[in-house]
C-alpha cells in the first residue's frame, strides 16, 4: 500500500486505543483507575499478542511492524492530575521496548510513536478554550499544539519499509517537548 510516498508493509499494526483520565492521586477511584489501566495497557499488549501470533514467521507469518501509539506524557510524568495516565504510558513504552528484542528474529519490528499535545477529542478541553489553549502552547517549543496528521505521518514511517531497520524505537511527536522553567 502506498500512502503519502511512503510504502507501508503488508503486515502492520497500530495499537492506538485508549483512554485519558484526570484526578488527584489523592482522589483516585479504584475501578476509574484499573479501567484506564486496562484500556491503555493490558488492551495494547493483547492486541500486540494477537498480531504476534498472526504476523510472526514462528508462527507461519511473514513478519510485519507494530506501532503502539503512547504519549509524551510517559516520558514527563504527565500534566498535574494525569500522573497515573503517565504511568500507564510508560509501561506500554517499556513493553514495546521489550516485545521488539522479543519479536525482532521472527521478522517484526516494534516501535512507540509519543504524541504530546495534539488537537484531537481527547483535548477538546484544552484546544477550544483560548485562555488554557495559550497557556498549554506556552509550555511548547514549537509554540503550538501538535494535528493528527503529524502523528499519522510518524506511525505510517515506522510501519513502512523505509524504516525496516528501527525497531525498539520511541520516536516523540511532541512539538520539542515541554519548555522547562518557563
Do not use: Q
Not at 42 to 54: D, I, M, S, W, Y
Request: aromatic content about 4%; charged content about 20%.
Amino acid at each position: 500500500m502506498r500512502r503519502c510516498g511512503i510504502s507501508v508493509a503488508s503486515g502492520g499494526l497500530v495499537a492506538n486505543a485508549g483512554r485519558a483520565d484526570r484526578w488527584p492521586v489523592a482522589g483516585i477511584d479504584t475501578a476509574r483507575f484499573l479501567a484506564l489501566v486496562e484500556a491503555n495497557l493490558v488492551g495494547t499488549v493483547l492486541t500486540c499478542r494477537e498480531a504476534v501470533r498472526r504476523m510472526s514467521s514462528a508462527h507461519g507469518g511473514r513478519g510485519g511492524a507494530i506501532v503502539a501509539v503512547s504519549s509524551y506524557a510517559a516520558l514527563t510524568g504527565g500534566r498535574p492530575g494525569a500522573s497515573h495516565y503517565a504511568a500507564t504510558k510508560g509501561a506500554v513504552d517499556s513493553f514495546i521496548k521489550g516485545l521488539a528484542r522479543e519479536v525482532a528474529a521472527e521478522g517484526i519490528r516494534a516501535n512507540v510513536v509519543r504524541p504530546g499535545m495534539i488537537e484531537t477529542d481527547m483535548t477538546a478541553g484544552v484546544h477550544r478554550d483560548p485562555e488554557r489553549r495559550a497557556a498549554v502552547e506556552a509550555t511548547i517549543p514549537m509554540g503550538r499544539l501538535g494535528r493528527p496528521e503529524e502523528v499519522a505521518y510518524a506511525i505510517l514511517w515506522l510501519l513502512s519499509e523505509e524504516a525496516s531497520f528501527v525497531s525498539g524505537a520511541i520516536l516523540d511527536v511532541a512539538g520539542g517537548g515541554i519548555v522547562i522553567g518557563a
